[in-house]
Each structure stands twice: as C-alpha cells, then as structure tokens.
C-alpha cells in the first residue's frame, strides 16, 4: 500500500536560492538514496518563508527505510549542507525536523 506524505518547514530568509541551487544539482547518491528507500513522486514546493514537499512510499518498512537513508554516507553530506538553510517548525512534533502535514482530502 502507497502511503502519502506532505511536509512543511520554513526556509531561512535570504536562503532560498542557495537552497534552489543545491536542489538543480543534488550531490551524487542523494537521489538514488532517495529511490533505494522507495520514495516516489517526491517534490519539492516553495512559498515564500515555506517549503513543501510531497511523497509517496511504497517500501515495507518506513522507519527503517528511513533510518537507512540516514546512516548514508551521501545523504549526511548533503544534509549537512541544506539543513542549515531551513527553520523547523515551533510546533512539530518531537523528532521531526521537516513537520508532518495530516492528509483530509485525496483523489485519485
């Protein structure tokens, strides 16, 4: 079963196009990463202070899919590029760095 997610977090002022910059050339292994823990469909969206994105996971285990992609060489270094561009939200939830969104509407 796909499961569907959307996410919310801010962009630090003056950042985002640092941000889009890093995201037109993702550094080697990121987005294979991205693929081996079955992420599909992901996008990411821009609003002014916000950044969306939006996923779909069609993999067995998600926390582990998860864990994985964290232990990965690749992703910490790209992580720890672009992470110091964003502003976890003041009310995410406990362990959440992009904030989980409640799905209320979908149509296929």
């Known amino acids: ?10 962009i630090n002022p003056g950042d985002l196009e640092q941000y889009k910059k890093y995201h037109k050339n993702p550094f ?27 996923f779909e996971y069609d993999g067995e285990d998600y926390d582990a899919d998860m864990a994985k992609m964290a232990e990965d060489p690749a992703t910490q270094n790209w992580w720890n590029h672009v992470k110091p561009l964003m502003q976890p ?7 959440e760095f992009w904030s989980d969104m409640e799905e209320i509407y979908h149509l296929d």
């Open 28 to 54: 080697p292994g990121v987005n294979e990463m991205i693929k081996k823990c079955h992420l599909k469909n992901y996008s990411i969206f821009s609003k002014g202070d916000y950044l969306f994105t939006y």
């Open 89 to 95: 939200l003041e009310d995410r939830k406990e362990g």
């Open 1 to 10: 079963m796909t499961r569907r997610f959307g996410q919310v977090i801010r």
